[in-house]
């Protein structure tokens, strides 16, 4: 595959564009001008990015780009960025490609020398990390976790030994569960951080323990209201490890023996909490 030159470029630019994850007034001057400027916006939701648009008295063409069309559409687009048109992506929040469509259309465009320019800007994750108080020199961006419980369980799992800060993105229907399997998957007293609502009117950070804040947001309604991103400590020490190995001996086992026998022998052989193995035996088949 050919490297993109970045001094000769051909045709129009491909602008990706951040927007506010809900106050308006992080949208950045440049991202504004580019946002006028562009032949036309490319737009997750039309309705949404008008609205936004309309606050800043901007009067852009707009096209629908979605998850749906996005692979198709990605032709047309760069045939007008070929014929010499600039274009702008924006999602409805934050920055586009980040859990949202876009990759298609920069791969389409980037695979035929236009250039792609990013007018960077807020996201949730990094606004999130910013604030979490948490090891920040290197972690893991998640996004959304499955949505089917025995998927969700089976992807923590395989997180519990990752030594890096964990983010998430989740939603307000299942951010208690999430919070439970997580209690069970990397143990109650992992350090975690649930940023809600950022940047808007009820944003709140909460830190504590994974246990303390399920208690929380079982106990507070309001606590589960919103948009969130969950940032996790890193499995940092043995006994994190230990948990880890227990549990995959555990599941490897527990596919021969009954549970309770299954996370005995775990323990003995890992190290790991019996009581936790046992757990994450029931966990896994109630849900
Ligand atoms: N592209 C966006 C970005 O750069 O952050 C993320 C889009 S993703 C479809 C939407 C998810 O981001 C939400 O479900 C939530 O997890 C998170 N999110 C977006 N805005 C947020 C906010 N203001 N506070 C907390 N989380 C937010």
Redesign the pocket.
């Known amino acids: 595959m050919p490297v993109q030159s970045a001094s000769a470029p051909s045709g129009g630019t491909l602008f990706i564009v ?1 927007t506010p ?2 106050n308006l007034e992080d949208l950045s001057p440049r991202a504004q001008r580019t946002l006028a400027e562009v032949a036309a916006v490319c737009a997750e939701d039309t309705r949404h990015t008008r609205r936004l648009l309309g606050h800043y008295g901007i009067d852009a063409e707009l096209v629908a780009l979605h998850e749906h069309n996005e692979q198709a559409l990605a032709v047309r687009l760069v045939q007008r960025l070929e014929a010499g048109e600039s274009l702008a992506l924006v ?10 469509p876009g990759f298609r259309l920069v791969a389409a465009a980037r695979a035929v020398g236009i250039r792609v320019s990013p007018v960077p800007g ?4 990094i ?2 990390l910013s604030v979490a108080g948490l090891p920040s020199d290197r972690f893991a961006f998640e996004g ?1 976790l499955p949505a089917k419980a025995a998927a969700r369980r089976e992807r923590l799992q395989k997180l519990a030994g990752e030594s890096r800060t964990l983010l998430f ?3 307000s229907h299942r951010i208690a569960d999430t919070l439970e399997d997580m209690v069970v998957a990397f143990g109650a007293e992992r350090r975690a951080v649930l ?6 009117l009820f ?1 709140t950070v909460l830190d504590g323990s994974l246990e303390a804040l399920r208690d929380r947001v079982q106990a507070d309604a309001d606590q589960r209201k ?4 969950l940032v996790v400590e890193g499995a940092g020490d043995d006994a994190d490890a230990a948990l880890a190995e227990g549990r995959r001996v555990y599941a490897l086992l527990s596919s021969h023996l009954p549970p309770s026998a299954a996370a005995r022998l775990a323990a003995e052989i890992t190290g790991a909490p019996r009581k936790a193995l046992y757990a994450t035996g029931q966990s896994s088949t109630d849900g």
């Open positions: 951040a994850i809900g999602s409805d929040a934050g920055t586009p490609l980040v859990s949202d807020p996201s949730a994750l606004a999130a959304f993105y989740e939603s940023a809600r609502e950022l940047t808007k944003e919103g948009e969130f991103v």
